[in-house]
Structures are given as C-alpha cells and as structure tokens.
C-alpha cells in the first residue's frame, strides 16, 4: 500500500512543510485540490497539512469529512512560533474533541509576508491595522503583530518536522 502528504497551501510554507515531511518519509506527495475521495482506498498512510487564515484552517472541514473514518495524521501551519496558548486555539477552533482524539494533530509555525497578501485578505488586514495602530495601550502581541506588517516573519524551519517524522515511521 501506498502513504501520501497531501497539502493545502497559500503562501508555500505549508507546501515547504508537505515536500520535507515527504522527501524523509519517501512518501508521495500532492495538492489535496488534486486528489479525489475514492482514492482514499489505495492510501495505508495519510498526512494532510493546511495553512491557517483567521484562525480556521485550510480546507480542513472537507478532509475531516472525507476521513471521519480512517485515522490520519494533521498539520496545521500558521504564523505564531510554537505559542501554546495559539497552538491550542487553532486547535480548539478547528476540532472537536473527538476529532482530535481520533487524528494525530502537529503544530509546524510558518510565518507572516503582508506584502505576499492581496484581494479581500488584505482588504480586512488593513482595516484591523488601522484599528490597532489607533488603540493606545497596545498588548504585547499587539505590538508584535502591528511590526509583523512591515517586517515579514519566517520560522519554517526543517527542525520542526522532527516529531511528525518520527510519528508517521512508527505507524
Ligand atoms: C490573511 C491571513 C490570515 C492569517 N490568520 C492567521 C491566524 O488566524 N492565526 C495564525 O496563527 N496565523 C494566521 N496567519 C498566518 C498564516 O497561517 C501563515 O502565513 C502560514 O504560513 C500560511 O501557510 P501557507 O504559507 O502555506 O499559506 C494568517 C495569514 C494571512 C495571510
């Protein structure tokens, strides 16, 4: 039987995740817009990665559907650098509790380029910029996302896929 990373990505760090994970597994690899519900079947193993935009992640609700009954492993690949209390956030926006018992959920950070967004994204971030930049105690993480908009952030790192790799080998 056959193993696959399957991913969904806007910005590539997702992608750059999915084609590591892959390279070291020797698993194959493909766009989760290019893979079809019956070829479930053919696949002993799965990895399906997505990014993270305004706290949902990418296409997830589809592939929880499509694998309400085969366990696979997730990847969830946002712009916070392993911050647990936003690692459990996305988890908790995203899955329900059996959802997560059932699938095995990693956390791989990406990262932000404000100048790589456009269309209606950019339109919604520039109305949150113009508010918080107006607001006059400013949080910490509030100050770190208002720098995020000029100095672009990058944590992807090959490190990170450690523990998904090690899991998906013991399988
Ligand atoms: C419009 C937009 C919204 C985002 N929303 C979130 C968010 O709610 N939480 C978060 O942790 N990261 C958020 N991010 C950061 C992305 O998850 C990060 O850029 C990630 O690397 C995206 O994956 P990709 O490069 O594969 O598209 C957002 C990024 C963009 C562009």
């Not at 590539?12 to 020797?26: D, M």
Request: charged share 30%.
């Amino acid at each position: 039987m056959k193993n696959i990373v399957l991913y969904k990505s806007k910005y590539g760090n997702t992608y750059q995740y999915a084609s590591w994970i892959a390279e070291e597994l020797n698993w194959e690899i493909r766009d989760f817009s290019k893979f079809k519900k019956n070829e479930i079947k053919n696949y002993q193993n799965i990895i399906f990665g997505s990014g993270v935009y305004m706290g949902k992640m990418n296409k997830l609700k589809k592939a929880l559907n499509w694998f309400k009954d085969k366990p696979i492993i997730i990847y969830a690949c946002a712009g916070n650098n392993n911050v647990e209390k936003d690692i459990e956030h996305i988890k908790n926006t995203n899955f329900t509790e059996q959802q997560i018992a059932f699938h095995k959920f990693f956390y791989l950070p990406g990262g932000v380029d404000f100048t790589k967004i456009k269309g209606i994204f950019k339109m919604m971030l520039n109305v949150f910029r113009k508010i918080m930049e107006k607001k006059k105690d400013k949080t910490a993480d509030e100050k770190a996302i208002l720098e995020g908009f000029t100095n672009p952030t990058n944590f992807v790192d090959k490190k990170h896929i450690e523990s998904i790799v090690a899991y998906a080998k013991q399988l």
